[in-house]
């Protein structure tokens, strides 16, 4: 990676650590508020909302964040330092001057139209025209590739240009398809690394180009993906235990969580365990307390050992052994499946699936082969493998010990000359 490491011999590089739980929507939110979950509300890359019994996977808007992000305070401080926010997720809605990030346009068919949010609203429409539509089908699934992140840099390259952001928050996530699906050291996640680092520097050179030169940049790591062997299914244990409630429909077995006595939100290697009634709470987390596949089940105010002690927390956390991984599935017949499980559908699961990076290509299905995901993510930030970097162009701004993601905001906000307040 040519590009970044003259960036960090330019500057600086510092381990970085990601809090619990490393996976993208609180990792994102912890890098650009200064906290963590049980401060900013975002426990997971999903949410379960008790009082409808709904599961929203993915599609949530800013307002789901209960802190103010960099943006805001750099507005408090100053209304003129303007603000890009590049593909994060959850910043639909968000107070930045610009923003651009995936929304594709659900059809009452069932089909999907390629279209982005983006602030303002008519910008779309203008990279469209320049770049052609956002590649969704490289972004996530069998087709992930280099093209989404390239299309995103590009596409922050004219924003640059057009709006001469003080400050810019992009995501490139190139790095997180070819590590899970062939494993951290495979030849295909190095391979990686050098058209990430193309695109990096493409990135600081259509800044430059755009009268940028004096830009400050930080590249963060959100988390670190180490390998894995095989996956564990919560929803299955519950199931067995009589904790599930199902419905079926033309064959095959749907969840329905509002009707469970316990079930799991899986995200990686941890997994939020709702359970409806208190006295069955023991209960449950006694099925997991032994369980081979899994290293902790956190209960009550033990969550707050991991970050976790928030109302929109499950009443357990489940975190997995350092080799394995969640996965939803609650069938015990492959036959019995969902017609989701076979697809690309990150809204109808509940929870994380990385098998749709793969496709049975005769069926041109999704398989339901656990066994082929070779990486993951989502465990404790425990040891030196599972710690990341931060590096800097201005190694002034770095100090001089290792950090965590919730001390990068203030970095940033105190070279603006803002001082970082978040107010219990």
Known sequence: MPRLSSL??????????????????????????????????????????RDRGEVEMWTAWNEVVEVPQIWDRLHEHDSSITSVVWFPLLSKGCGADSICTPAPIHNPDGSESLWCYTQPTEMYGDLRDALGHFPLMNFWGPLSSIKSTDWIVDSAVIAAGEFQPRFTFIYLPHLDYAAQKYGPDSEQAIAALGELDAAIGRLIDGYNEAGLTDTLWLAASEYVITAVDGAAFPNRVLREAGMLALREDEGREHLVPGECRAWALVDHQFAHLFVRDEADVEIVAELFRNDANVSQALVGSERQQVGLDHPRAGDIVLISQPDKWFAYYWWLDDAKAPPFARTVDIHQKPGYDPVEMFIDMPAKTTPLDTSLVKGSHGYPADNPERIGVLISSDNSVLPANPIQDVEVAELVLRNFGVELKNEQ
């Open 8 to 49: 960090a011999d330019g500057g600086g590089v510092t381990p970085l650590a990601a809090s619990f739980p490393p996976v993208t929507c609180p990792a994102q939110v912890n890098l650009t508020t200064g906290v963590g979950p049980e401060r900013h509300g975002v426990i997971a890359n999903g949410f379960y909302w």
